[in-house]
């Protein structure tokens, strides 16, 4: 499935010690990489022209495979497959609100599902629904409190949606404490180091 890669205007602040905040997300998010695409606002401002951001240019819209998963899940609603697919299509144009729709109706079908819970939080913030985002981050960690892509992502909406810097360090450390062998723990806290040392 493919991944909703999220964006924030406050992420120069990650960048620091040559770490910045996109080189980490791509780490921990690593499940599929050739589908991971970056939005140019998750740049820090020095890397892009003229030190603003320019806007990120959609990928070409399938439209046939687009009616083809509608008709799917007109016949059978709870098509989890379907529904997630038409949400990671909308997300790619990052149309998030339509994409917001199917990742709902993903997650009504199977509730326990933590990536699908992932991906609608994540929609959910690029759409700035900030607080349903932390909640359906929670919701995930409610199912598995120790699941690292939840509790990174959980960490950086704290962060980059209410400025919570001692709440997004929180989530990260229980990453680490939970995740001892998780195979991008060094990024994780060169990240922690990072928001530390600007923060004071």
Do not use: C
Request: proline fraction near 6%; aromatic fraction near 8%; charge should be negative.
């Amino acid at each position: 499935m493919k991944e909703v890669f999220r964006g924030a205007s406050l992420a120069f602040l990650l960048v620091g010690a040559g770490l910045g905040f996109a080189g980490v997300y791509v780490g921990v998010h690593h499940r599929a990489t050739e589908l991971v695409k970056p939005l140019p606002m998750l740049k820090p401002k020095s890397e892009t022209s003229g030190g603003a951001s320019e806007p990120a240019k959609p990928p070409p819209l399938d439209t046939a495979r687009l009616k083809q998963l509608e008709d799917t899940v007109k016949g059978d609603p709870k098509n989890v497959e379907a529904l997630t697919e038409l949400g990671n299509m909308h997300a790619d144009q990052q149309n998030f609100d339509e994409a917001l729709k199917w990742y709902k109706q993903a997650v009504n079908a199977e509730p326990r599902n933590i990536e699908l819970r992932i991906y609608l939080g994540e929609a959910q913030f690029q759409a700035n629904h900030i607080d349903d985002a932390l909640a359906s981050f929670k919701a995930a960690l409610d199912i598995n409190p120790s699941h690292p892509e939840a509790l990174f992502d959980y960490g950086y909406v704290l962060l980059m949606g209410k400025k919570d810097q001692e709440g997004a360090i929180q989530s990260w450390e229980k990453l680490i404490k939970d995740n001892p062998k998780f195979d991008q723990i060094d990024r994780v806290k060169q990240l922690i180091e990072s928001v530390k040392e600007r923060s004071k």
